[in-house]
């Protein structure tokens, strides 16, 4: 096993076994935990919808006035969270102000970005496969036929 041949012989399958870590490690960690935008929805819902509840601690006669002031901080806060979505998800938008939220996209360091992952699993892979080239070369290339068959 610690001679040359041994060594080619062994390589692509401990090289196919690393792919496979690597990608294990990767794929996890590559990825963006979804509770963490589904909490932000969260906030951001109960939050466009908090006017509504005046409604219920109002007399009727001042209905007329703190529903037209009701319809015109629900359009604000649309407005708001429509932005701090945008931003959140890393297009350009207006600045945004929602309590409790940060109206930013997160940013992921450069080791897990799904690019990342991918090129480190296909240069893992290319180098298993230029060494069972190397394998199949030195073990079955073609050699003169034997005497006598």
Excluded at 79 to 91: D, N, P, R, T
Aim: glycine share 4%; hydrophobic share 50%.
């Amino acid at each position: 096993m610690v001679s040359w041949d041994g060594l080619v012989t062994l390589a692509p399958p401990l090289l196919a076994l690393l792919t496979a870590v690597a990608t294990l490690i990767f794929v996890p960690l590559s990825q963006a935990p979804p509770t963490v935008i589904a909490d932000k929805s969260q906030v951001l819902l109960a939050w466009t919808s908090e006017p509504v509840s005046q409604l219920d601690a109002a007399e009727p006669n001042d209905f007329d006035p703190l529903i037209a002031r009701i319809h015109q901080d629900l359009d604000r806060r649309a407005v708001q969270v429509g932005w701090c979505l945008q931003k959140i998800q890393g297009h350009q938008a207006p600045p945004a102000t929602v309590p409790g939220i940060t109206c930013a996209s997160a940013t992921v360091p450069w080791w897990r970005t799904p690019q990342f992952a991918t090129l480190v699993t296909v240069g893992i892979a290319l180098v298993t496969a230029m060494v069972s080239l190397l394998a199949l070369r030195s073990r079955y290339g073609f050699q003169k036929r034997p005497e006598g068959t």
